[in-house]
């Protein structure tokens, strides 16, 4: 039987080695009203600590957990509406904006758009569909329309959570390998999705320009 999921952060922190199993890294843009969050990042949810990390560049705030296992990360899943680790918490509280990069399931390319920040949501959606991307609302269990989900736990009360089918991100690397060593060669596509992504931020421009 596979263990259980954490069910909050002192959970995951006391039955998991931190540096071995997993690693949190974050990086602060002074100045900067927008925090781009990959808490299921490395190997729960391939691809996202390295969307995030584009998208915020050096002009804006970023945060992930990384899972660092060869097999088996899905074991440090731990939800949005539970994730509590103090350092995210306390970015996430200090920031007007927050994207929040996740990795859905599906063999079609898609971005499925929630959160309760419905303006940035939908502007980012059209930037997408304008670029090429495929996009819809996300059904009700992955739309982040929970205030406790941590994408709305910032000072404006709701963010954007971005959930990314498998199809869409194996698309952002060659091959389309999500392997850890693989997902440092990054395609064009990777490129024009955070462009676009970017382009209605807050603050707009290119990743790191803004």
């Not at 263990?3 to 959970?11: L, V």
């Not at 959570?161 to 869409?168: G, H, K, P």
Request: proline share 4%; net charge neutral.
């Amino acid at each position: 039987m596979a263990p259980a999921s954490p069910t909050c952060w002192a959970d995951l922190a006391a039955r998991r080695a931190e540096g071995v199993e997993f690693r949190r890294v974050w990086r602060s843009a002074p100045g900067s009203t927008l925090l781009h969050l990959a808490i299921h990042g490395g190997g729960i949810e391939p691809g996202t600590t390295e969307l995030a990390d584009a998208a915020a560049g050096r002009a804006d705030h970023f945060y992930s957990l990384e899972a660092l296992r060869s097999t088996g990360n899905a074991a440090l899943h731990l939800t949005s509406t539970r994730f509590d680790e103090p350092k995210a918490l306390a970015m996430v509280r200090e920031a007007e904006h927050v994207v929040s990069w996740h990795g859905a399931g599906g063999e079609a390319p898609v971005t499925y758009l929630g959160g309760r920040d419905e303006a940035l949501r939908d502007a980012i959606g059209q930037a997408l569909s304008a670029a090429g991307f495929a996009v819809a609302l996300a059904g009700s269990d992955i739309d982040a329309s929970n205030p406790r989900n941590i994408c709305n736990r910032n000072a404006r009360g709701g963010g954007v959570q971005l959930e990314i089918s498998t199809a869409q991100r194996k698309a952002f690397f060659a091959r389309g390998d999500l392997s850890r060593a693989n997902r440092g060669r990054r395609t064009a596509e990777f490129s024009a999705y955070v462009t676009a992504v970017t382009s209605v931020l807050p603050g707009g421009g290119t990743p790191g320009g803004r």
